[in-house]
């Protein structure tokens, strides 16, 4: 679309019209404007599935691995195919944009969201984010690069205060940003954050650099609820408020350019660039969605999951080679662990969907060796006191006895007004109805145990709760946070103690008022009585003892990794390093599979032979480890964060300041400056091969501002194929840090070159006395292999002074 075109659009519109354009229409949908062939854009929360407008089990949503596993593939080849895929689940929906990807930084491991971001180093998050973009955009689907800027903690994440210094600033926070927007970004999303003082919807640097320097051509939306305020968010290059109607826009920001507050050149720069997006996803009458070749989905979508998962799997430790198992000799195999049977395969908060099929590890397991070996399997331990929704698995509709629950929406005299069948006691968005002022929820459950159990409602505001017409609670939950995460997805529950005998059925009915700012959260949920430790870790321990072969998995919950909070800890959650030690005393041959989202402590990490990491693994997770584990597939993923025992970097603030003392220094950076060691570096990973890195090449001298090549070459001294990362970075002046990478693949014996293409941004900084990037003249060294602490190759360069470009001048990026 040309420019002509859109500024002929925007001028047929009047203040009125253009002024309405800005708020969201609904909490996903922008307003629409007929009169210029403008529908409603439709946007969707990512970024691991596409779940569409609303939350509703009966409409499931393909589930990739975690971002951070994306990240430990360091394959941009197969994030942008994945990207691809999303995109055909976004036009399947009838959504426009996607509000993926977050690439906010690992500044702490205790960070609550960190499985929703990258890496800790902004390269590769920059690369893998700008993959990522470039899939889903692909398929004529806008993504948004989030949460623009600073946006590392979730305490108090509405209103903390990050400051950062300007250098640190642009060389680590902003580079992903700014290599989404040479990728060509359509959107960004500010954050609620403030960063140095400033409110990301008002901060400066949404017009410099994003929108000025970078050339940022697409919308800046704000985060739901992020504009909180009418003058100072207008006059900024903040763009769209979501969702709709806000109260700070509309008739406010109307009445502010009437008064010549806010200049209308400023809206019609907005609503310029809404109309352009539009364009660019179809939304606009005469404009098909900018589609590319990439975009066309892979036919077996399944599989490509399947493959994500492999290429994700980060093998920590193998002692001994004990991976990949042979299935031929083995006879008996345990798997244990909470996990084993139902793995996290994806992380809490706004980011989740509702998958159209979950494969468990031990499901996996199971059929890999069908056929071969008997597959037992024994919990462990009890690692969450949380309440579990109720599901078709243990409760039906007491109406018409099918496999769910029964929802129906009530009047203010308690007659029915609408009912409908759900397949999970946690009911986001039910059908609403303009006469309802209660929900109900309602089922037969049907218990598997003897014993107490804890009978759970959630909701704000007046809550009830009976079993067999019996009324057990009946209280009113003071809403006590404005954070939208927890309003409307997590409200708290109330419990009461039900003591029932295995196999008893007892009918509960939960209800909620519904009022102003009640959200829109309700559940029904139980909490199974709590089973013996010592019982359950000597169980495993002989089942183990008794078994070929021990697959042991362990992991987070939803009360230890997601959105709206930090943690408080690395340690796993129950008594899991318990078992590992064990299971592991009790066979020599014990495999530990850790479903975690980000770093956990791993004190047993040295008693377990094999240590594999899955991650958030997505929707074929059984699948994809089973492949690993049985030598299908070699483990594809290498560390895109440091794992250690403790987080050397906090993530609270203090007095509402978040205070980035460190500067460029987290991750493998901090550590490098230790006299102490993390468990495992940044880079790190294991295959089912060994590589020799034989040689290193790079110019005896790099001009300033060009890019040069690294050439590597390695040879595969193992008896398998296999893949390596290959692994370069650059060291001036006592720093090292990641400068590129590109994957090697070989046969057994074979030797491959490597080239590493190395951008101008690894050897420059940022000057704040100059507002410009210059760079570091003099020697520096490249280093390459296979993690930031195993770098065998050397070689040495030198790079000439450069002019300096006049400030706000666009200098090459970092991709």
């Not at 007892?506 to 709590?530: E, K, N």
């Not at 690294?710 to 090292?736: F, M």
Request: proline content about 6%.
């Amino acid at each position: 679309m040309t420019e002509d075109e859109l500024d002929h659009l925007v001028e047929k519109l009047d203040l009125d019209q253009k002024v309405r354009l800005l708020s969201g229409a609904s909490v996903w949908t922008t307003q629409a404007e007929p009169g210029i062939g403008l529908r409603a854009i439709v946007m969707s929360d990512g970024p691991v599935g596409v779940r569409g407008e609303g939350w509703d089990e009966r409409r499931t949503s393909l589930t990739l691995p975690s971002p951070t596993a994306l990240a430990a593939t360091w394959d941009e080849e197969l994030v942008e195919r994945l990207g691809g895929l999303l995109a055909a689940e976004a036009r399947r929906k009838g959504v426009d944009v996607l509000l993926a990807p977050t690439l906010n930084l690992h500044r702490s491991p205790l960070g609550g969201r960190h499985f929703e971001c990258y890496s800790e180093d902004p390269l590769l998050t920059g690369r893998v984010g700008a993959a990522y973009i470039s899939g889903v955009q692909s398929g004529g689907v806008a993504a948004t690069a989030k949460h623009f800027t600073g946006n590392e903690s979730e305490t108090e994440r509405l209103t903390l205060d990050a400051r950062i210094d300007e250098r640190t600033l642009r060389e680590v926070y902003l580079a992903p940003f700014e290599a989404a927007v040479a990728a060509g970004a359509w959107v960004v999303m500010t954050g609620y954050n403030r960063v140095n003082g400033t409110t990301m919807s008002e901060s400066p640097l949404l017009a410099e650099p994003l929108k000025g320097e970078w050339g940022f051509d697409g919308v800046v939306v704000s985060d739901w609820g992020g504009v909180r305020s009418t003058h100072d968010s207008a006059r900024a290059a903040q763009d769209l408020a979501m969702p709709g109607p806000n109260e700070h826009w509309g008739d406010r920001l109307l009445a502010a350019v009437r008064a010549g507050e806010v200049p209308e050149e400023a809206i019609d720069d907005k609503v310029r660039r809404l109309v352009r997006l539009a364009a660019r996803v179809g939304a606009l009458d005469g404009h098909h969605p900018e589609t590319h070749s990439r975009a066309t989905a892979t036919t077996d979508e399944r599989a490509l999951l399947r493959r994500a998962v492999a290429s994700s799997a980060v093998l920590l430790r193998n002692e001994g080679g004990l991976l990949p198992l042979d299935p031929a000799p083995l006879r008996r195999v345990a798997v244990i662990g909470p996990n084993a049977a139902a793995a996290r395969i994806q992380g809490g908060g706004s980011a989740g969907v509702y998958p159209t099929s979950v494969v468990s590890p031990l499901e996996g397991v199971t059929e890999a060796l069908s056929g071969l070996a008997e597959v037992c399997y024994e919990p462990g331990v009890s690692i969450s006191d949380l309440p579990i929704p109720l599901s078709p698995r243990n409760a039906c509709n007491p109406v018409t006895g099918e496999a769910g629950l029964l929802v129906r929406l009530l009047d203010g005299a308690g007659a029915e007004v609408h009912t409908e069948h759900r397949l999970t006691g946690r009911v986001l968005e039910p059908t609403l109805v303009g006469t309802a002022e209660t929900v109900e929820i309602s089922a037969c459950f049907r218990s598997n145990a003897d014993g107490v159990w804890e009978v759970a409602v959630a909701g704000w505001g007046r809550v009830s709760l009976a079993a067999d017409g019996r009324v057990l609670l009946d209280e009113v939950v003071e809403r006590d946070t404005d954070d939208p995460a927890t309003v409307h997805l997590s409200p708290p529950y109330r419990s009461a103690p039900l003591t029932l005998r295995a196999g008893q059925e007892v009918c509960l009915v939960a209800t909620r008022q519904l009022g102003s700012g009640s959200g829109r959260a309700s559940a029904l949920a139980v909490v199974p009585p709590r089973l013996d430790d010592e019982a359950q870790l000597a169980a495993a321990a002989e089942l183990a003892r008794t078994c070929d072969v021990a697959i042991v998995v362990v992991g987070t919950t939803d009360k230890i990794e997601s959105e709206g909070f930090d943690r408080d800890s690395l340690a796993l959650p129950g008594r899991q390093d318990d078992l590992v030690r064990a299971v592991a005393e009790a066979n020599p041959r014990t495999v530990v599979i850790v479903n975690s989202g980000g770093p956990v402590a791993l004190p047993w990490r040295e008693q377990a032979p094999a240590v594999l990491l899955s991650w958030f693994p997505g929707q074929e997770t059984g699948h994809g480890l089973a492949d690993v584990l049985f030598g299908t597939a070699e483990p594809g993923g290498r560390l895109p964060t440091t794992w250690a025992d403790t987080a050397i970097i906090a993530s609270r603030p203090v007095a509402g300041v978040l205070s980035y003392d460190e500067g460029q220094d987290i991750g493998y950076r901090a550590w490098l400056r230790r006299h102490d060691a993390p468990a495992f570096w940044f880079g790190h990973g294991l295959g089912y091969t060994s590589w020799a890195y034989e040689s290193l090449s790079v110019p005896e001298s790099v001009e300033p501002r060009r890019p040069f090549t690294a050439s590597v070459r390695l040879r595969n001294t193992g008896a398998r194929p296999g893949r390596e990362v290959v692994q370069v970075y650059l060291k001036h002046d006592g720093e090292r840090r990641l400068a590129g990478f590109a994957l090697a693949e070989a046969a057994p014996g074979e030797t491959v070159q490597v080239a590493v293409e190395i951008q101008p941004r690894a050897l420059q900084r940022w000057s704040p006395e100059r507002q410009a990037w210059r760079t570091e003249s003099g020697a520096f060294t490249a280093l390459a292999g296979r993690a930031v602490h195993d770098l065998p190759l050397s070689a040495a360069s030198t790079c000439a002074d450069d002019s300096l470009p006049a400030s706000g001048e666009r200098s090459p990026c970092m991709l």
